[in-house]
């Protein structure tokens, strides 16, 4: 009885680690704004091959020489090799122009939009984060 106990604990407190994963991981939409796109150049400082989405940093130089250090969530690597990506499709120094959907709170943080490398690539990412 005992172990029929414990057992049905262990499981439902997995249950609810996992549960609260997915759930955290998902609501991309809640954070940016769906309904604008803000692009510029830049140049990639990092580049992080990782689930559960890729992220780039890059920092936007403005007219007077002020650096704004920015960051970009993309769909996960899976995602991304269809669209022919792989860890070393970015790298520190490359010059983009970044399409972005930036975050709600107005953070230098988006999810890509868009984006052109240095060789003329262009990435479009379709309909934005998953839901």
Do not use: C
């Not at 002020?66 to 070393?88: F, I, L, R």
């Amino acid at each position: 009885m005992r172990r029929k106990i414990l057992t049905s604990m262990g499981l439902l407190v997995g249950l609810l680690v996992i549960g609260s994963q997915v759930s955290a991981h998902h609501g991309s939409r809640i954070s940016y704004d769906m309904t604008k796109t803000v692009t510029m150049q830049g140049v990639v400082t990092e580049f992080d091959w990782q689930n559960p989405h890729v992220f780039f940093l890059y920092d936007v130089t403005d007219d007077k020489g002020n650096v704004t250090h920015w960051a970009a969530e993309t769909n996960p690597p899976s995602g991304m090799v269809h669209d022919g990506w792989n860890k070393n499709y970015l790298k520190p120094g490359d010059k983009v122009t970044v399409s972005v959907w930036q975050a709600k709170t107005g953070a230098p943080r988006g999810f890509l939009a868009k984006l052109i490398t240095p060789d003329g690539k262009v990435t479009e990412e379709q309909g934005g984060p998953p839901e």
